[in-house]
C-alpha cells in the first residue's frame, strides 16, 4: 500500500516555473515508478511524466517535453515535476501515481494515486 500526497500547486504567469512534490508513504518506494497525470476542466486525465522505479529515462508527454523534467529521491521517498516556460494550457490539476516497478503511459495501469494538486497559468 502506497499514499500519495502532492504539493506545490499554485497560480502562474506564463513563461513561469513551479515545482511540485509527491511525498510517499508505505513500504518499498523504490520498488514502484511513479507517474504524473493532469486533468483540466472538461477533459479526461493525461498522461504527463513517468519513470521507473531506478529513475532512469524519463519519458513525457509531447506538449510538456523539454519543458518539464520529472525527478525522484528514494531516500526521501519523494518525486518533483519541475515545470517550466508554463502555458495556459498547462493548468489543470495534477496527480502523481504508482505501480510497481516499470513506467507506463496510461492511468489505468497505476494502482495508487494521489488528490491531486491545482496549478493555473494565466496569460
Known amino acids: 500500500q502506497v499514499q500519495l500526497v502532492e504539493s506545490g500547486g499554485g497560480l502562474v504567469q506564463a513563461g513561469g516555473s513551479l515545482r511540485l512534490s509527491c511525498a510517499a508513504s508505505g513500504r518499498s518506494f523504490s520498488s514502484y515508478a511513479m507517474g504524473w497525470f493532469r486533468q483540466a476542466p472538461g477533459k479526461e486525465r493525461e498522461f504527463v511524466a513517468a519513470?521507473?522505479?531506478?529513475?532512469?529515462?524519463?519519458i513525457y508527454a509531447d506538449s510538456v517535453k523539454g519543458r518539464f523534467t520529472s525527478s525522484r529521491d528514494n531516500a526521501k521517498n519523494t518525486v518533483h515535476l519541475q515545470m517550466n516556460s508554463l502555458k495556459p494550457e498547462d493548468t489543470a490539476v495534477y496527480y502523481c501515481a504508482a505501480k510497481l516497478y516499470y513506467r507506463a503511459t496510461r492511468a489505468n495501469e497505476y494502482a495508487y494515486w494521489g488528490q491531486g494538486t491545482q496549478v493555473t497559468v494565466s496569460s
Open positions: 519513470m521507473s522505479w531506478n529513475g532512469g529515462n524519463p
